[in-house]
């Protein structure tokens, strides 16, 4: 088993950045594949960033494309999420996901969320 907690979200200005982090225990997230997914009130969950097991392969939602990065720290057993020029749109609740396979995965059927942490962007 997985368990994976957020932090490091909150309220920030547009054109602000936020870091949020994922630290997972349990088990080494050196093998696996992540994910961050994001929902906003009356919106569908969506994919905004995923990553292979060593980081080779990545993804971005193209609403994030440029102003996201995610990122591992094997040593740390922690996944990043670097959010910069953040926009109004940005404002979710946002989710990190561990999937035990190492391949990219872009689906929803992850193995393993977190609790998810705030985000909200003022104008």
């Known amino acids: 088993q997985v368990q994976l907690v957020e932090s490091g979200g909150g309220l920030v200005r547009a054109g602000g950045s936020l870091r949020l982090s994922c630290a997972a225990s349990?088990?080494?997230?050196?093998?696996?594949?992540m994910g961050w997914f994001r929902q906003a009130p009356g919106k569908e969950r969506e994919l905004v960033a995923a990553m292979s097991w060593n980081g080779i392969s990545q993804y971005y939602a193209d609403s994030v494309k440029g102003r996201f990065s995610i990122s591992k720290d094997n040593a740390k057993n922690t996944v990043y999420l670097q959010m910069n020029s953040l926009k109004p749109e940005d404002t979710a609740v946002y989710y990190c996901?561990?999937?035990?396979?190492?391949?990219?995965?872009?689906?929803?059927?992850?193995?393993?969320w977190g609790q998810g942490t705030q985000v909200t962007v003022s104008s």
């Open positions: 996901a561990a999937e035990r396979s190492p391949a990219l995965r872009l689906g929803e059927t992850y193995d393993y």
């Open positions: 349990g088990r080494t997230l050196s093998t696996y594949a």
